[in-house]
């Protein structure tokens, strides 16, 4: 192991982090303002995907493709809101597991339809494909960029959400709805806002997704699992927390992936080391969550109720 | 015990599924054979998550994984020359058992979105973990060499496999009835019901529910073995996700909570995705290689306005 | 007399707000002990503390003589402690016979009982009928609690609360939102326990607390300001300051 690989997984790790940021912090609101299941949002994740390289192939401008995704995502999640999820807020968890798994199914096979089953290529501008160099190594630009755009994500919500009277009301509705509702603001309105607010942060990070994992039917679930991971870890309805969680999980798994293969060889024989070392590097965020939950069953960072 | 409408109905149907492979034989079509051996080890499965899921009130998301458990259990021990089925499905079942037991212990100290949330990504690990072993087939799983070998019955008898799961079948049926209104059954219930008030009189919900698990999780392990069987296929695609949400699905769609809920939701979602797959009337391309989209309209139109399930189309009170 | 619960120095905040203000407070083996006190006067604090529901921040709920501080709301319940809720708190989707019939069923052994029809259990099923019998509710057995009567549900609960066979009864408003013919059956039932029973009675129907309590405590922000018979009660300049004078 030397010095350029840990640097550029850390980077890795770091990247996928925020990632798994810009999906749990909408998630987790969700969860604890509404408190309400939605499998829903990695489907979100996927339309950000597919629009965003549809409108760049269309329109050859990278940044109106980015536009034009991220609002025409934040329309899909709004009017997936309003038709469907809207109804949901007052059923029972059971409820709403089951329609937001029949939301997934249809989005699902709706892209399959409109693009088809395979994976779509997703492209970068020009100006975004070159490597940063930083002395001994280099690193992509585009990368850089992604966790660039997570962190400044990150700052803009603790703003919002520490400073600004819309934040104020989220801070007060994940901790105890009944009061904000009886302080009479509009409740509806307000998950309509989050609602939306998510589904744009979803679409945000499966357009950044896009050029580097591949865009195809099903490929929300896969990431929005993780993120349970995560906002398990950190804590239901925390912004705070949501930031850890992501964090923590990005470089657990990409740390794992990179090294405990090698590690293990080392107490291990190789062919041991081969075929412990991918299966125990899958399961390690898992594990991560059982030990957090043994010793803090709410997470690390959870909302003050 | 007295039998109800209700009773006579379920009794009804077995009997019907008794009378298939006659039936079958007759016309020639062993097809549907194979069909509805498939909708009865679903149903099993259906069953062991109604137990939890119904009568506990435990969303669990991950009930594919003692599926999986289960069928690699078998599989893993062909894989190594060893055939006798008392061993492997002894087995499935501790092996479920077990991983229940570690996983319930952990989730099922949390409720609402934490239990949902946890059962899936345990389940999900899992999956991962079968997609990376190599040595078993890892991603694309791995071809049963021989099917579970038993002294008093040869499962490579199509017919004989299929009434072996048909007693198997109300076996777990019973088995959950009983529980369900034994003093273990009425605990889960009442812990389901109003968790402050089976506190203050006196009962902790916590070894119940775990025990509740545990059992759920063993019954849907032998369901795993039998599946394995069926398919004489092993795969990580046991445990996906999707199929969790399945389960929970025919649970739903049969009517939760009520002895023949299982059933009639395996029998109908498994016959709507064959009847979807293969629908003549429309153009089939659009409708077979896309029936997940209709599956998943019907899916949302059930639980926004058909909440009783099939069952509640029965006569009699859901229990 | 022997005191069968007692609590020292019982203190309990939220954030800012202090709910239970170093509250003394005991209720002797068989009396009737009502605790009164003006809305947001931190009853429903103070019960939840009896109950075990609430832990206390600092002091110490004590009850047969044992140190009871750390038991949660069910070991407390084992040791003989029942409970009525403020709001009902029943299970409503099984018959009345169901829900006393479990609530006998926590107190008779273990129930890892897998296989053996619970309904048809004697052991189970006689208790119960019994004392449904006792509240009056003998002709309602088969009914799902859902379907019964605002005050026939509040019958229910003293009956599920009776079914533990307790050594101390905490009724928390048993009295809430009930017709005058309700409550004077309710306020009947009680005067029949009353003898029988140790009972901390929390209430804010006046007639029923006077004509019912052996002693009665009053609580104001979150302090016990007066403890004695009813007659004492009555008499105390302090407490019809605070309280029996906002009524007047």
């Known amino acids: 192991m030397n010095f350029v690989l840990i640097a550029e997984q850390t980077l890795n790790g770091l990247q996928l982090g925020v990632m798994l940021f810009l999906l749990a912090a909408g998630l987790t609101l969700v969860f604890g303002i509404m408190n309400m299941v939605n499998l829903a949002h990695g ?133 105890n709805r009944a009061m904000v509702a009886a302080l009479g603001v509009n409740i509806r309105l307000l998950y309509t806002v989050v609602f939306g607010f998510g589904a744009a942060l979803a679409g945000l990070a499966g357009l950044l997704a896009g050029p580097i994992y591949s865009v195809q039917p099903g490929m929300g679930e896969l990431i929005l699992i993780q993120v349970f991971v995560v906002i398990v870890i ?17 470089m657990v798994d990409t740390m794992g992936r990179a090294f405990l293969k090698p590690v293990l060889s080392t107490v291990l024989s190789p062919t041991a080391a081969d075929a412990a070392g991918p299966a125990l590097a899958s399961m390690l965020i898992y594990l991560l969550m059982a030990v957090v939950l043994t010793f803090r069953p709410a997470g690390l960072f959870p909302a003050v109720r | 015990m007295s039998m109800t409408p209700r009773s006579w109905i379920l009794v009804g149907l077995l009997a ?40 506990g009130g435990m969303v669990s998301f991950g009930h594919a994984a003692y599926l999986g458990i289960g069928a690699y259990a078998v599989g893993v021990l062909g894989y190594y020359g060893i055939h006798n089925g008392c061993l492997q499905w002894g087995v499935a079942i501790g092996a479920s058992a077990l991983v229940a037991l570690a996983i319930g212990a952990i989730s099922v100290r949390t409720s609402g979105i934490y239990f949902i949330m946890i059962t899936l990504a345990f389940t999900q690990m899992l999956y ?139 029998a109908a979602l498994l016959l709507l995705e ?21 599956l998943g309209v019907i899916l949302v139109l059930v639980v926004l306005f058909a909440r009783r399930g099939l069952a509640g189309l029965l006569p009699g009170k859901n229990e | 007399m022997n005191k069968l619960l007692e609590t020292h120095q019982l203190r309990k905040s939220f954030g800012a707000l202090i709910a239970t203000d170093g ?67 029943i299970y409503r989707d099984f018959s009345a016979l169901d829900n006393v019939a479990l609530a006998v069923q926590a107190h008779a052994g273990h129930s890892f009982r897998f296989w053996k029809a619970a309904r048809q259990d004697p052991l189970l099923i006689e208790p119960a009928l019994k004392i449904l019998q006792s509240v ?14 605002h005050g026939e549900q509040r019958q229910l609960e003293i009956a599920m609360a009776l079914a533990t066979r307790p050594r101390l009864l905490l009724l928390d408003e048993p009295v809430a939102g009930m017709g005058t013919d309700e409550s004077l059956r309710m306020v009947e039932l009680l005067a029949s326990l009353k003898d029988s029973k140790t009972i901390v009675l929390v209430e804010h129907d006046m007639d029923a607390v006077f004509s019912l309590a052996d002693r009665i405590s009053v609580l104001v922000y979150g302090r016990i300001i007066a403890t004695g018979t009813p007659e004492e009660i009555r008499a105390n300049k302090e407490v019809r300051a605070a309280y029996l004078g906002e009524e007047a």
Not at chain 1, 234 to 250: E, H, M, T, Y
Not at chain 2, 31 to 51: G, K
């Open chain 3, 23 to 89: 509250v003394d407070f005991d209720v002797r083996e068989g009396e009737t002990h009502a605790v009164i006190g003006p809305n947001g006067a931190g009853k429903t604090t103070f019960i939840k503390q009896l109950s075990g529901e609430l832990r206390p921040d600092t002091g110490r709920v004590s009850f047969g003589g044992e140190d009871v501080t750390a038991l949660a709301s069910q070991h407390r319940s084992r040791k003989g402690l029942a409970r009525s809720f403020q709001i009902t708190s």
């Open chain 3, 136 to 149: 009056g509710l003998d002709k309602r057995i088969n009914i799902l609690a859902a379907e019964l009567a």
């Open chain 1, 43 to 175: 489907a979100l994740y996927m339309v950000g995907a597919y629009l965003t390289t549809f409108f760049y192939q269309q329109t050859g401008s990278y940044l109106l493709a980015v536009v034009l995704g991220l609002a025409s995502t934040l329309v899909v999640g709004i009017v997936t809101e309003l038709v469907a999820l809207r109804t949901l807020y007052e059923r029972d968890h059971l409820d709403q597991v089951l329609a937001t798994f029949g939301l997934i199914l249809f989005f699902n096979e709706l892209v399959a339809i409109l693009w088809g089953r395979a994976a779509i290529f997703s492209t970068i501008p020009d100006y975004l494909t070159g490597h940063v160099e930083f002395g001994v190594f280099r690193y992509p630009l585009y990368r850089l960029m992604i966790i660039g755009v997570g962190l400044a994500v990150a700052v803009l919500l603790w703003f919002v959400v520490s400073r600004t009277r819309l934040g104020m009301l989220i801070r007060a509705g994940a901790s």
């Open chain 1, 234 to 250: 950190g804590g239901i309805g925390s912004i705070r927390g949501a930031f850890a969680g992501a964090l923590i999980v990005g």
């Open chain 2, 274 to 294: 064959d009847v979807l797959q293969g629908w003549s009337l429309l153009p089939k391309e659009a409708v077979r290689d896309h029936w997940q989209l209709y």
């Open chain 2, 128 to 266: 991962y973990l079968g997609i990376s072993i190599e040595e078993y087939g890892g991603d694309d799983g791995m071809r049963l060499k021989l099917r579970s070998e038993f002294d008093f019955i040869n499962l490579n008898n199509e017919t004989a496999f299929y009434y072996l799961v048909l007693a198997i079948l109300a076996f777990a049926i019973l088995l959950v009835h009983r529980l369900v209104n034994s003093r273990f059954g009425r605990v889960i219930q009442a812990a389901r019901s109003n968790e402050a008030r089976t506190r203050a009189i006196g009962f902790s919900p916590y070894p119940y529910r775990l025990a509740a698990f545990v059992i759920s999780g063993a019954l849907c392990g032998l369901a795993g073995a039998l599946l394995v069987n069926h398919t004489a296929y092993l795969t990580p695609e046991f445990m996906n996700w999707t199929r969790s949400g399945e389960l929970m699905f025919m649970v739903i769609l049969g009517g939760i909570a009520t002895s023949a809920g299982p059933l009639l939701g395996a």
């Open chain 2, 16 to 55: 019907l599924l008794a009378a298939v492979p006659p039936v079958a034989a007759y016309f020639d079509a062993p097809f549907y054979l194979d069909l509805l051996r498939r909708v009865m080890i679903f149903a099993i499965a259906a069953s062991s998550l109604n137990l939890i899921l119904g009568y």
